[in-house]
Every structure is written in structure tokens, then in C-alpha cells.
């Protein structure tokens, strides 16, 4: 949104020779279908814009795209009638789903309300087109997928390490760690859209010298 602001600058402001390209990282998808054919038709297709994602990252799946073809109403009829195909969760599911729509629509307006008060502000009059109900969003192009961050393996119980017998009898993998993946802490849902996990992936992918020689892999309070 950034690139689309500058790329639309006066250019008393902004002289035309200058060129951008832009590298986005983790960034959550901004706009719906129309948008995002716009912006990769003026930029992603021109090799000036790129979309660095990490797969396992959950935060560039977000928001939910709610133009779907089995609404809750379907569902709840599907349960009535007692079909196969019915379940609570998806009704649950798709019922969160119409409860975030509400909310996000509403957030929208009043973030697009206050972007628009203050690029006026800023720029002078502009007019806007009107609200879109019920996006449905939609990724951009130049989509450039890194590894997975690696999380370290930590015990939940500190203690077991001071228990020979019971390490003995534990089976474990040809690193050295525990077959049972139980006895580590799992990684935080947020673990993988971390900025230094995404700076370590790519350490990783295209720097592998350097991501050997660094001494942090991880950061405690991840």
C-alpha cells in the first residue's frame, strides 16, 4: 500500500525518475481480487515488487476471505438434515467466520475513514472510491517461499536431564534427541512470523557461511 501511495505522489513532491522496488516481508494480504490485479500488473508482472512468505508463517493467510460458497447458513441445513457431510466444527468455524466478517468490516471502514482524513490532511482534497462490503482478499504475485525457521528443541521438564534411568530408556533419533517429540515445548503460534526468524530462514537458504556462524539461531523470548 506503501509503493501504491508513493508511486501516486504529486510529482511536485516526488520527481519521476526516481524507481522503487519493493520486498515485503510476512505481510498479510491487503485488498481484494481487483486490487491485487492491479498492483501486480503495475508492478509484480514489471519485476519490481516481490512477496517474501514463510509457508509455515500464518499471518500472510490472513484476513480470511469470506466470499465463500458454503455459508453458515448452508451448514446449519446440512445439520438439520442430518447429511454426512455436516460437523459442528465447520458450522463453529464458519460461524467465527461471519462474527470476524461483522468486525472486520467495520475495522476497515474506520481504518480507511482515518488513512483518508489524513492524506486530505496532507495532500488536499481527494475523493475515494465507496467501501467494498465483504472482501474477499487475495494474495499478490512474485511469491518468494523461505524454509520454516528452525525451533529449538526444549525439554518441557528441565528435571528428566537429571534422571539417568529414565533418559536411558527414552529412544532417540541419530542427533541425539528424544524420539518423543511430547517432552519438547512446542513452538509459539506467532514463533514463525517473527522478524528474526524470517532474517535466520534466509541466512539459511542464501547465506548458509553466515548462518553458521551465528551464535543466536533463536531469541530467548521466542
Not at 501486480?40 to 517474501?52: E, G, L, M, P, R
Not at 514463510?54 to 447429511?83: C, R, V, W
Request: proline share 5%; hydrophobic share 35%; aromatic share 12%.
Amino acid at each position: 500500500m506503501f509503493r501504491a501511495y508513493l508511486e501516486n505522489l504529486s510529482r511536485l513532491k516526488l520527481k519521476r525518475k526516481n524507481n522503487f522496488k519493493t520486498y515485503v516481508f510476512a505481510a498479510a494480504m491487503v485488498g481484494n481480487k481487483e486490487f491485487a490485479t492491479e498492483y501486480n500488473t503495475k508492478y509484480a508482472s514489471k519485476q519490481s515488487s516481490f512477496n517474501i512468505v514463510n509457508p509455515s508463517d500464518k499471518i500472510p493467510k490472513l484476513p480470511f476471505s469470506y466470499n465463500e460458497p458454503n455459508s453458515i447458513t448452508e451448514n446449519l441445513n446440512t445439520f438439520m438434515q442430518d447429511k454426512e457431510a455436516s460437523s459442528l466444527s465447520k458450522i463453529f468455524s464458519n460461524g467465527l467466520v461471519q462474527i470476524l466478517k461483522d468486525c472486520g468490516n467495520k475495522s476497515m471502514g474506520y481504518l480507511c475513514t482515518r488513512v483518508s482524513k489524513q492524506i486530505a490532511k496532507e495532500e488536499g482534497p481527494f475523493e475515494m472510491p465507496d467501501q467494498v462490503e465483504n472482501i474477499s482478499y487475495c494474495g499478490l504475485d512474485n511469491l518468494i517461499e523461505i524454509a520454516p525457521a528452525v525451533f529449538p528443541k526444549i525439554l518441557k521438564d528441565s528435571v528428566l536431564i537429571q534422571n539417568a534411568a529414565k533418559i536411558i530408556s527414552l529412544k532417540k533419533e541419530v542427533d541425539g534427541h528424544f524420539q518423543n517429540k511430547k517432552l519438547y515445548k512446542k513452538e509459539a503460534w506467532m514463533y514463525q512470523h517473527k522478524p528474526y526468524s524470517y532474517y535466520t530462514s534466509i541466512l539459511q537458504m542464501y547465506f548458509p557461511d553466515e548462518y553458521i556462524s551465528l551464535k543466536r539461531k533463536y531469541l530467548l523470548e521466542d
